[in-house]
């Protein structure tokens, strides 16, 4: 697919509803189409059987969408090399949690090379830039929470220092799993207040929002706010 017919399919599929109702949630998300995300992974699918280094690296972005294409086109690469090469020229892209959240978590090569890919992270946790560190928490999250490597994550997500609350909102939900996934050790960690009082009192809300956790865990939760 040429540049024009990639165009041609956003166009044909924006939907000017959609396009406000995302745009009241993605408040620093520049200019949207609309284009809902299944078709975008689509038309991302059919970007990587052709020249999509070519796609990724010179096709303009006018539109969230451009971006959110780009974000997915790194799901489809079986290389984890080439993989972070080109998550290294996208993580700059993210401007808004969107571009962030969905294209990183497809990222389901890096399970297999997680010993690589946590060496690559730790510039992006000690980062300050607000939505570096955004796609840190996100990444951690998404491939990290596991028996291997849950208490160096934990740590981790304390080390995200950033300013912003993207970055506190991320990190939040990144507890959130966390304690889903291995309830005594996240709450030890909690106990602990390695993190700032926002952060700290938004993991926990977001852990009681869960329909996975008890009604006497979440009460003792509440207990932990500061």
């Known amino acids: 697919m040429d540049i024009k017919e990639i165009n041609a399919f956003l166009k044909e599929n924006a939907e000017p509803k959609f396009r406000d109702f995302s745009a009241s949630l993605i408040p620093s998300g520049g200019r949207l189409l609309g284009v809902r995300l299944p078709l975008l992974r689509k038309l991302a699918a059919q970007i990587a059987k052709g020249d999509w280094e070519d796609y990724f690296l010179n096709a303009p972005e006018v539109y969230t969408e451009h971006t959110m294409l780009k974000g997915f086109l790194l799901g489809h690469i079986k290389d984890i090399d080439v993989l972070l090469k080109y998550l290294k020229l996208y993580i700059p892209k993210?401007?808004?949690?969107?571009?962030?959240?969905?294209?990183?978590?497809?990222?389901?090569?890096?399970?297999?090379?997680?010993?690589?890919?946590?060496?690559?992270?730790?510039?992006?946790?000690?980062?300050?830039?607000?939505f570096y560190a955004r796609a840190a928490a996100c990444l951690l999250m998404d491939f990290f929470v596991d028996d291997k490597y849950i208490d160096e994550t934990l740590l981790a997500l304390s080390k995200i220092k950033a300013e912003g609350y993207y970055r506190q909102m991320g990190v939040a939900w990144a507890i959130s799993v966390c304690y889903v996934k291995f309830p005594a050790k996240t709450e030890a960690f909690l106990k602990e207040n390695k993190l700032d009082v926002f952060t700290h009192n938004k993991a926990i809300s977001k852990i009681r929002e869960s329909l996975r956790v008890g009604k006497t865990d979440k009460d003792r939760l509440q207990t932990l706010k500061r």
């Open 94 to 130: 993210i401007n808004n949690w969107a571009v962030c959240d969905s294209p990183l978590s497809g990222l389901k090569l890096i399970r297999k090379h997680q010993e690589k890919v946590w060496g690559f992270l730790q510039n992006y946790i000690e980062d300050k830039r607000e």
